[in-house]
């Protein structure tokens, strides 16, 4: 089975930085994912990590500790367009499925940037 | 555009419809996932089809069913429609299975939001 957690909402001002962190519990690690999400539109990919450590990829950076079950999305110099849905998302065996991999994603964490 | 199409990006329609939905994932992509996101929920995997077959099978309803063809293009079959169905679905693709550490995460369509009336 799987279980994601992430905070429900956050709230940072233009400029700053912030940190959302995810938890999992699930079987078959096969990586974690960062989507974005507007309100009504697609997700789109942010980040992969397959691996301990951090991946940086210019204002965003993601972290990972598989031991821990832990990762957190980075978010540096804030803008206002930051304001959305983070998903947290973990790739795992399906239950019955053989080989099959799929994304669970968690809630997600909504994120609002102040001006 | 992320290459995943899909239609018709708005549905209306009564309980107790069908409708089909539509995807087309990104050239060379040969999986094709379909989640549904309802509102203040999480994307909930429904089911994968690689390459013309099923794959894997999450929380998909009875009422509903899906197929890819040939073309690798998909579609989401839903019937007896009840409100609680009112969602975004979101159909997404990749190049192989997920079973790769170096293959990377779906690239998703724009959704389709399905009201049931």
């Known amino acids: 089975g799987q279980n994601i957690d992430q905070p429900t909402e956050m709230t940072a001002t233009e400029g700053a930085i912030v940190q959302i962190n995810c938890t999992y519990q699930t079987s078959g690690f096969n990586g974690l994912f960062w989507y974005q999400q507007h309100a009504g539109e697609a997700p789109t990919f942010l980040s992969y990590n397959v691996l301990d450590g951090l991946e940086e990829k210019g204002r965003f950076s993601s972290f990972l500790s598989r031991s821990k079950g832990y990762s957190y999305l980075l978010l540096k110099e804030l803008q206002m367009k930051d304001s959305a849905s983070y998903l947290c998302?973990?790739?795992?065996?399906?239950?019955?499925?053989?080989?099959?991999?799929?994304?669970?994603f968690g809630s997600g964490t909504q994120l609002t940037v102040l001006p | 555009d992320s290459g995943v199409t899909q239609t018709p990006k708005h549905l209306i329609t009564a309980t107790g419809q069908r409708v089909t939905l539509r995807c087309s994932p990104r050239?060379?992509?040969?999986?094709v996932y379909w989640y549904q996101q309802s509102l203040d929920q999480g994307l909930q995997f429904l089911i994968q089809?690689?390459?013309?077959?099923?794959?894997a099978k999450g929380n998909i309803l009875e009422r509903f069913s899906a197929q890819q063809f040939p073309d690798l293009h998909s579609e989401l079959n839903l019937s007896s429609l009840e409100l609680g169905d009112s969602a975004l679905y979101f159909c997404?693709?990749?190049?192989?299975?997920?079973?790769?550490?170096?293959?990377?995460?779906?690239?998703f369509g724009s959704g389709t939001r399905l009201t049931v009336v």
């Open positions: 997404a693709s990749s190049v192989g299975t997920g079973s790769s550490l170096t293959e990377g995460g779906y690239t």
């Open positions: 050239s060379g992509d040969l999986s």
């Open positions: 089809y690689y390459n013309g077959e099923e794959r």
């Open positions: 998302a973990v790739r795992d065996s399906v239950p019955h499925s053989g080989s099959a991999r799929q994304l669970t």
